[in-house]
């Protein structure tokens, strides 16, 4: 049975659902005005001011799991609407202020934004340009920081509030990790959706024996779906139309075993290379420290490596990605890859999906999944590509010192990055991972608690081949094209 966080995410889950229902009938483009009020149907209104607004809120959700913005190209969006209720200032006197003789508030602000009106401290916020010292100086920590959750989840300040106090994302800074996607308690900031494009690939792969449509499912699938086995995960997928089910985990073990030929073949020449397999640390990479770009590893990510073998071997293939990660949504677009992953969608994608065909998965049949190694299925947790790379090293003998440096969320990875650009960096291989714990922690997950890691060693243990070279003996990938331009 399928839990709910919050109603942020019901209200998510509802929309997916109504427009997957109307999309698999062929009745969204006649009858999707009608799902908000389908979904608040009233007369009471149950979390904003009255059922107008939540209706007018429900209907942005989905324009965006219908694509959203074509002229946006960020996979994340801001719906405005929904935009309007966290604080207006952000640094509050509060109760605890005494009027001090000191007012090292009003003498530190380089705004003159802070007066002492009836012994109290009073912040205006018509000039306060939130720079924070006020707090940080005063004694009795009487000033609170209410920043907004999704500026406070956003790792790298991509998001700002304009003049009219709603939130604006900058694209430039944007690494598409969706932080931001989860942690606004109003489900104001949603990721846009290919859910409809996949509905219509999979009922024209039906009538078109042209088309077969395979699904590739992230290793992070371990932490997902709890109520059912991942056997029946597959059964419920095949179910929706797909022609396979795939491991991503098959493209981990490729990526690996390329990696650490490459890693061994480089790191000569320079003083330490990246992983790549997260599209939002490259991105990160990238926009913030562009002087390393350099050092990003050249292997593609196991979702493109894995797609470009299922293409090699099916002329007729079309795939489509599940994970928990916003961030695969951009990774596609990008010019070396368009045309290598059709289409991605998340896990919550997914179960909306499933639902709408009234596909219970807890009552499916078992099907099969073994395309990968034990290693390939650990790259969902962090630490995961470190121990596949050194696997890879030290069961092909490859002499050379692998000193990995492995770092949790994007704010480890930006203490290494650091440390790199002073070469002070205790290691020569960056192992980057923009959530905290892995791909278990991604944003399209669907619950976001404490993840276990050992879930996804248990799922590795199940692996028929431990060995990567063994999951991979069956596989011509010689001729595949796994070096990207960076």
Known sequence: MRKFESQVQIKKYEVLREVSRLAMEGKLEEKYHEIPNKIVPGPEATTRCCIYKERAIIAERVKLAMGGNKDNENVIEVIDCACDECPIERFVVTEACRGCLAHRCMDVCPVDAISIIGHKAYIDSSKCIE???????CPYNAIADVMRPCRKACPVGAISIDENKKA???????IQCGACVYQCPFGAIMDKSYIVDVINLIKEAKNNENI?????IAPAISSQFTYAKIEQVVSGIKKLGFHDVIEVALGADIVAKHE???????IENQKFMTSSCCPAFVSYIRKKYPMLTDKISKSVSPMIAVSRLIKSMDDKAKVVFIGPCTAKKMEIKQDDLVGDTDYVITFEELAAMLDAAEIKLEYCEEGVLDNASFFGRIFARTGGVTEAVRHVIDSEKIDVEFKPVVCDGIKECDKALKMAMVNRLNGNFIEGMAC???????????????KDRNEVDKYGKLAMEKDINDSLRVFDIEDLKLDREI
């Open 131 to 137: 720079c924070g010292r006020c707090s940080q100086v």
């Open 168 to 174: 604006v994302i900058d694209n430039e800074k944007c």
């Open 212 to 216: 077969r449509v395979y699904a590739i």
């Open 260 to 266: 650490a030929k490459e890693f061994a073949e480089t």
């Open 436 to 450: 905290v714990g892995g791909c278990i922690g991604g944003a399209a997950s669907l619950h976001h608690g404490p």
